[in-house]
C-alpha cells in the first residue's frame, strides 16, 4: 500500500487502439535519485510519468544531460508556477503596512541565478517574469511583464530600511517548504540570496508535505513556498482557488474587494471577453507586492529508447494504451 500500482487492461475495452502492454508497475517513490539509479541499472524503463513537475534533482539532470544517454532526457513546458507566499492577515508582511517588505524580498532574488542554480542551468524551470499564470496559458501577462520579478538590490535595500529599520520585524524569519531536491534547492538559494542582498537572515524548515500543506492553508506560516500546476487552460481556476478572499488554497490570507469584484465578474463571461479583467486583477496582485514570483516548471522525465508511444503533454500523460516496449 503507497509504495506501488499495478494495472492490467480492462477486457473487452471499447477504445482503439487496443492495449498492447499486458501489465505497467508503477513505484512511488518519493527520492528521485533512488529512481534514476535504478533507472541508470534498467530497473525501470521511465522514470517521471505522473508526476512531471520539474522534481528530478538538478545535479543528475546536469549529469544525464552530459552524458551518453542525454537522447532520454525528455523537457515539456509545464503548467505550474512557484513563488514566495507571504502572510497577508499577521506578522511583518501583513497588510497594506508589509507591502514594503514583501516588495523588498522579492525584488532581492535575482532569477537569473536561482534558475541557474536551481534549475540545472534553466533546464528544469524558467524565471517567472509574466505573472503567476504558467507561460503558454489564458491569462498570461508577457515576458518581463511582471515587475516583481525585476532584480534591484539597491531598492530592496531601500525598501528594507525604510519598512524595518532595525530588522527587528523580520528577525527569526523561517522560510517553510515541503521536501523535495527541487524545493530544497530553490530554498537554499532564496537563503543565500536575501542574505547577500538584504543583509536579512532567514532560516530554513522542512516540513512533510500532507503537514506542510495543512499549516499552510490554516495560514500558520510567515513566509513559504507556494505553487500551483494548472487543472485547465483557464485563469478562472487559478483566482478561484488562490486569490479572492477566502480561497481554499490560498494560504495567505490575502484580500482585495476590487480583484473580489473583477474576478466575479470575469467568471461569468465567455473566455476571450473574460481575459481583459483576469489581467487586471493580476495587475492588481503586482500592485498590492501580494507574491514574489520564482520559476515557470519544465517537467523533466526519462524514458528508455525502446518504449514507443506518444509522450506527455504540459497538462497530461500519454494514454497508455499507445504504449508499447519495442524488442532490445
Given at each position: 500500500?503507497?509504495?506501488?500500482?499495478?494495472?492490467?487492461?480492462?477486457?473487452?475495452?471499447w477504445?482503439?487502439?487496443?492495449?498492447?502492454?499486458k501489465?505497467?508497475?508503477?513505484?512511488?517513490?518519493?527520492?528521485?535519485?533512488?529512481?534514476?539509479?535504478?533507472?541508470?541499472?534498467?530497473?525501470?524503463d521511465?522514470?517521471?510519468?505522473?508526476?512531471?513537475?520539474?522534481?528530478?534533482p538538478?545535479?543528475?539532470?546536469?549529469?544525464?544531460?552530459?552524458?551518453?544517454?542525454?537522447?532520454?532526457?525528455?523537457?515539456?513546458?509545464?503548467?505550474r508556477?512557484?513563488?514566495?507566499g507571504?502572510?497577508?492577515?499577521?506578522?511583518?508582511?501583513?497588510?497594506?503596512?508589509?507591502?514594503?517588505?514583501?516588495?523588498?524580498?522579492s525584488?532581492?532574488?535575482?532569477?537569473?541565478?536561482?534558475?541557474?542554480?536551481?534549475?540545472?542551468?534553466?533546464?528544469?524551470?524558467?524565471?517567472?517574469?509574466?505573472?503567476?499564470?504558467?507561460?503558454?496559458?489564458?491569462?498570461?501577462?508577457?515576458?518581463?511583464a511582471?515587475?516583481?520579478?525585476?532584480?534591484?538590490?539597491?531598492?530592496?535595500?531601500?525598501?528594507?530600511?525604510s519598512?524595518?529599520?532595525?530588522?527587528?520585524?523580520?528577525?527569526?524569519?523561517?522560510?517553510?517548504?515541503?521536501?523535495?531536491?527541487?524545493?530544497?534547492?530553490?530554498?537554499?538559494?532564496?537563503?543565500?540570496?536575501?542574505?547577500?542582498?538584504?543583509?536579512?537572515?532567514?532560516?530554513?524548515?522542512?516540513?512533510?508535505?500532507?503537514?506542510?500543506?495543512?499549516?499552510?492553508?490554516?495560514k500558520e506560516?510567515?513566509?513559504?513556498?507556494?505553487?500551483?500546476q494548472?487543472?485547465y487552460?483557464?485563469?478562472?481556476?487559478?483566482?478561484?482557488?488562490?486569490f479572492?478572499?477566502?480561497?481554499?488554497?490560498?494560504?495567505?490570507?490575502y484580500?482585495?474587494?476590487?480583484?473580489d469584484a473583477?474576478?466575479?465578474?470575469?467568471?461569468?463571461?465567455?473566455?476571450?471577453?473574460?481575459?481583459?479583467?483576469?489581467?487586471?486583477?493580476?495587475?492588481?496582485?503586482?500592485?498590492?507586492?501580494?507574491?514574489?514570483?520564482?520559476?515557470y516548471?519544465?517537467?523533466?522525465?526519462?524514458?528508455?529508447?525502446?518504449?514507443?508511444?506518444?509522450?506527455?503533454?504540459?497538462?497530461?500523460?500519454?494514454?497508455?494504451?499507445?504504449?508499447?516496449?519495442?524488442?532490445h
Amino acid at each position: 500500500p503507497k509504495q506501488s500500482l499495478d494495472f492490467v487492461p480492462v477486457d473487452n475495452w471499447w477504445g482503439s487502439p487496443k492495449p498492447v502492454l499486458k501489465k505497467i508497475h508503477v513505484d512511488i517513490i518519493a527520492d528521485l535519485s533512488s529512481a534514476i539509479a535504478k533507472y541508470d541499472q534498467n530497473g525501470f524503463d521511465n522514470v517521471g510519468f505522473g508526476d512531471m513537475n520539474g522534481n528530478i534533482p538538478p545535479e543528475d539532470v546536469l549529469r544525464i544531460k552530459a552524458g551518453p544517454k542525454s537522447s532520454e532526457l525528455k523537457f515539456i513546458q509545464k503548467t505550474r508556477t512557484t513563488w514566495v507566499g507571504f502572510n497577508y492577515e499577521k506578522g511583518p508582511f501583513a497588510g497594506t503596512a508589509g507591502k514594503d517588505l514583501r516588495k523588498a524580498f522579492s525584488l532581492a532574488i535575482d532569477r537569473t541565478k536561482l534558475v541557474d542554480v536551481a534549475c540545472s542551468h534553466g533546464v528544469t524551470c524558467s524565471a517567472a517574469t509574466g505573472g503567476l499564470i504558467s507561460k503558454g496559458l489564458r491569462g498570461y501577462l508577457g515576458d518581463n511583464a511582471d515587475p516583481l520579478a525585476k532584480f534591484d538590490a539597491a531598492t530592496a535595500k531601500q525598501l528594507l530600511q525604510s519598512a524595518d529599520p532595525n530588522k527587528t520585524k523580520i528577525k527569526g524569519l523561517v522560510y517553510q517548504y515541503n521536501p523535495g531536491a527541487f524545493n530544497k534547492a530553490i530554498a537554499e538559494n532564496l537563503q543565500s540570496q536575501w542574505q547577500d542582498n538584504l543583509g536579512v537572515k532567514v532560516d530554513l524548515a522542512a516540513t512533510e508535505r500532507q503537514t506542510f500543506f495543512q499549516r499552510r492553508t490554516k495560514k500558520e506560516y510567515t513566509i513559504f513556498r507556494h505553487s500551483w500546476q494548472a487543472d485547465y487552460d483557464h485563469p478562472q481556476d487559478w483566482f478561484d482557488n488562490l486569490f479572492i478572499t477566502d480561497a481554499g488554497n490560498g494560504g495567505t490570507g490575502y484580500s482585495n474587494p476590487q480583484l473580489d469584484a473583477l474576478v466575479k465578474g470575469a467568471d461569468a463571461k465567455k473566455t476571450e471577453d473574460a481575459l481583459a479583467d483576469y489581467k487586471k486583477a493580476s495587475q492588481l496582485m503586482i500592485d498590492d507586492a501580494a507574491y514574489a514570483p520564482l520559476v515557470y516548471g519544465v517537467g523533466v522525465f526519462l524514458t528508455k529508447p525502446y518504449v514507443k508511444g506518444p509522450q506527455p503533454n504540459a497538462f497530461n500523460d500519454p494514454y497508455w494504451n499507445e504504449l508499447s516496449i519495442l524488442q532490445h
